[in-house]
Each structure stands twice: as C-alpha cells, then as structure tokens.
C-alpha cells in the first residue's frame, strides 16, 4: 500500500473505469446489447462526442465490444466483454455506498 493506503493497482483500475461517464455506461449495458442512439438517450447530460470517446476508449480497454453490422444504414451495437462484465461487483458496491452516503446527507 502507498501512502495513502492505496496501492497502484487501484490507479489502474481508476485509469480504466473513472470519470464521470464511464461506469454510467457500463451500468446502461449491464441491461443487455445498446445501440449508440439507445445509449445516448438513457445517459441525460452526455454529447455523442463524449459517448464515441468514452466507448472507444472501453473498448481499447476490453472492457466494451463493438460490433458493426454492414447494413443500410450502418448499424453498431455495444456489449460488455467478460472483462466488463466482471466489474459487476464494483458497480455494486460503489452503487450501495452511495445509497447510504445520500440517505447520510438527507439526514
């Protein structure tokens, strides 16, 4: 552990998954395969040009697949990788500590 009682692999873990989109995202696709319009629609507050980045950027991780299907109009859809999926727990936790972190300030 480093100083402050983290190690470099959270530094990793916070390069891969931190900001302010990116769980968001991995949350929407936890329902199941998006479209990008579907994406960008369930996401209030993102601009397509931050979506298209974040998602390459997942993808670049292995933590998004993207699949193109060469149709008129193109159509591409998004899912979570094994790795992606993986993160379920994460979510999950952060998710209960912020429950309790608002129920602490309505308090």
Same mark, same amino acid.
């Given at each position: 552990?480093?100083?402050?009682?983290?190690?470099?692999?959270?530094?990793?873990?916070?390069?891969?998954?931190?900001?302010?989109?990116?769980?968001?995202?991995?949350?929407?696709?936890?329902?199941?395969?998006?479209? +990008?319009? *579907?994406?960008?629609?369930?996401? !209030?507050?993102?601009? =397509? %040009?931050?979506?298209?980045?974040?998602?390459?950027?997942? @993808?670049?991780?292995?933590?998004?697949?993207?699949?193109? +299907?060469? *149709?008129?109009?193109?159509?591409? !859809?998004?899912?979570? =990788? %094994?790795?992606?999926?993986?993160?379920?727990?994460?979510? @999950?936790?952060?998710?209960?500590?912020?429950?309790?972190?608002?129920?602490?300030?309505?308090?």
């Amino acid at each position: 552990m480093g100083k402050a009682g983290c190690s470099c692999p959270v530094t990793s873990a916070i390069a891969v998954i931190g900001g302010k989109w990116k769980l968001i995202i991995v949350c929407r696709l936890y329902d199941g395969t998006r479209r +990008f319009g *579907e994406l960008r629609k369930s996401i !209030e507050g993102i601009t =397509t %040009k931050m979506l298209t980045q974040q998602l390459r950027e997942l @993808e670049r991780d292995g933590i998004v697949h993207r699949e193109v +299907f060469r *149709e008129v109009p193109p159509k591409v !859809e998004y899912t979570l =990788t %094994k790795l992606g999926l993986s993160l379920k727990p994460v979510v @999950e936790a952060l998710s209960g500590w912020g429950e309790r972190f608002e129920a602490r300030r309505r308090n």
